[in-house]
């Protein structure tokens, strides 16, 4: 009975010990990833502070910097918020009906214009900036808003839509039947069945697309060669040499430009490992 015990909990011990291994291995992975975050708030927390004489801990702590950063980079991140909210309508407006299309109509040809979108987003994007920034010259969209807003929609749309296609293909065929057989046109189920139906997929598309956008600073900078439009990774860009000597400000801007996205991942986790995993199972 003893010796029957003691191998038992050998195997038990083993199995704790591993545990304990590796929550302290994840702990230590997570502490490096969120040491420059901590390291960014760290400095914006600490006035009149270079970069090289930051403590590793903020002894005197101050919102002056945060000040600062509101009072020359608050434009900027207003204007992030019209560009990034723009793509995401711009974006899933066009991506909702392809990836109906894409999911319910048959079409010949659809899984080549899946796997093309898909290319797409492996094309550089220094390459699309360059090439929009000759047909938006012609079209006299530089330095406007709707001109980057159409560009930065642009970087979520091919993921947009392959992942709305995705959830729409499992929704059963007889609940849009249904919605027909009761008087309602194709675009009613669509709008009044579909869509509802898709809520988790569409609020991660509209995320993801807002992330892209809120992060873009390629087309920021090649589409924009004035201070008319100007989103907050471009202003962060333009704030670091006009301020070199005060990292608290600098750092700062890059808190408040971090909170954002932070706060709409928190909220909408839910939405999001709904909306990712709710096209695989069919």
Same mark, same amino acid.
């Given at each position: 009975?003893?010796?029957?015990?003691?191998?038992?909990?050998?195997?038990? %011990?083993?199995?704790?010990?591993?545990?304990?291994?590796?929550?302290?291995?994840?702990?230590?992975?997570?502490? $490096?990833?969120?040491?420059?975050?901590? *390291?960014?708030?760290?400095?914006?927390?600490?006035?009149?502070?270079?970069? !090289?004489?930051?403590? *590793? #801990?903020? !002894?005197?702590?101050?919102?002056?910097?945060?000040?600062?950063?509101?009072?020359?980079?608050?434009?900027?991140?207003?204007?992030?918020?019209?560009?990034?909210?723009?793509?995401?309508?711009?974006?899933?407006?066009?991506?909702?009906?392809?990836?109906?299309?894409?999911?319910?109509?048959?079409?010949?040809?659809?899984? %080549?214009? @899946? #796997?093309?979108?898909?290319?797409?987003?492996?094309?550089?994007?220094?390459? @699309? %900036?360059?090439?929009?920034?000759?047909?938006?010259?012609?079209?006299?969209?530089?330095?406007?808003?709707?001109?980057?807003?159409?560009?930065? /929609?642009?970087?979520?749309?091919?993921? %947009?839509?392959?992942?709305?296609? /995705? #959830?729409?293909?499992?929704?059963?065929?007889?609940? $849009?039947? !249904?919605?027909? @057989?009761?008087?309602?046109?194709? #675009?009613?189920?669509?709008?009044?069945?579909?869509?509802?139906?898709?809520?988790?997929?569409?609020?991660?598309?509209?995320?993801?697309?807002?992330?892209?956008?809120?992060?873009?600073?390629?087309?920021?900078?090649?589409?924009?060669?004035?201070?008319?439009?100007?989103?907050?990774?471009?202003?962060?860009?333009?704030?670091?040499?006009?301020? $070199?000597?005060?990292?608290?400000? @600098?750092?700062?801007?890059?808190?408040?430009?971090?909170?954002?996205?932070?706060?709409?991942?928190?909220?909408?986790?839910?939405?999001?490992? !709904?909306?990712?995993?709710?096209?695989?199972?069919?």
């Amino acid at each position: 009975m003893t010796t029957a015990t003691t191998t038992t909990g050998r195997p038990r %011990a083993r199995q704790r010990g591993r545990a304990l291994g590796n929550t302290a291995a994840a702990l230590l992975i997570l502490a $490096v990833l969120l040491f420059p975050v901590y *390291w960014m708030l760290n400095t914006a927390l600490q006035p009149d502070t270079g970069l !090289a004489g930051t403590g *590793w #801990f903020p !002894a005197d702590p101050g919102a002056e910097n945060f000040g600062t950063a509101l009072r020359t980079q608050g434009g900027s991140l207003l204007t992030s918020f019209a560009v990034a909210l723009g793509a995401v309508a711009v974006c899933l407006l066009l991506a909702a009906p392809a990836a109906y299309g894409l999911a319910r109509f048959g079409l010949r040809g659809g899984r %080549a214009i @899946v #796997f093309g979108t898909l290319i797409t987003q492996m094309v550089p994007g220094i390459v @699309v %900036a360059n090439a929009l920034y000759s047909a938006y010259a012609e079209l006299g969209l530089v330095n406007t808003y709707p001109g980057l807003i159409l560009a930065d /929609a642009s970087l979520g749309l091919p993921f %947009a839509i392959v992942l709305l296609r /995705a #959830f729409m293909v499992s929704i059963p065929g007889e609940v $849009v039947e !249904a919605a027909l @057989v009761d008087g309602a046109n194709r #675009f009613t189920a669509f709008v009044r069945v579909v869509l509802p139906m898709s809520r988790n997929a569409l609020i991660t598309a509209g995320l993801f697309t807002f992330l892209f956008a809120w992060s873009d600073f390629m087309f920021a900078l090649t589409l924009n060669t004035t201070d008319d439009v100007r989103p907050i990774t471009l202003g962060i860009y333009q704030f670091v040499g006009a301020h $070199v000597t005060d990292w608290g400000a @600098v750092m700062a801007t890059a808190v408040l430009s971090a909170v954002p996205a932070a706060v709409l991942l928190v909220v909408a986790q839910k939405h999001i490992a !709904a909306g990712v995993t709710g096209g695989s199972v069919k």
